[in-house]
């Protein structure tokens, strides 16, 4: 088992960045696909991003693609989501996710699928 706590978030202007970050507990972090998540209010949890156990692959929904980025780094147990050019629309709950995988190069983009979930932490975007 796995525990998941995200930081880094915060309010921020329009235009900006912020990198969110997500410490795993446990030695067996590389065995896990990651992915990122986000909830706004009155709307449904939807996909960010998602990378796989070596990180050589990785995946956004279009909504960020070319402004997010993911990374992770196994030694530090740590996976993180890199968000530039922020926009209001940005504003939500950012949730990281772990499932375990036997695929190295798998990507896993459907949040059922997710076993570990992290508390979440709070974007906001000014306009």
């Known amino acids: 088992q796995v525990q998941l706590v995200e930081s880094g978030g915060g309010l921020v202007q329009a235009g900006g960045s912020l990198r969110l970050s997500c410490a795993a507990s446990?030695?067996?972090?590389?065995?896990?696909?990651m992915g990122w998540f986000r909830q706004a209010p009155g709307k449904e949890r939807e996909f960010v991003g998602a990378i796989s156990r070596r990180a050589d692959n990785t995946y956004y929904a279009d909504s960020v693609k070319g402004r997010f980025t993911i990374s992770r780094d196994n030694a530090k147990n740590t996976v993180y989501l890199q968000m530039n050019s922020l926009k209001p629309e940005d504003t939500a709950v950012y949730y990281c996710?772990?499932?375990?995988?036997?695929?190295?190069?798998?990507?896993?983009?459907?949040?059922?699928?997710?076993?570990?979930w992290g508390q979440g932490t709070q974007v906001t975007v000014s306009s």
């Open positions: 996710a772990a499932v375990t995988t036997y695929g190295l190069g798998r990507i896993i983009s459907l949040d059922s699928e997710y076993e570990y």
């Open positions: 446990g030695r067996t972090f590389s065995r896990y696909a």
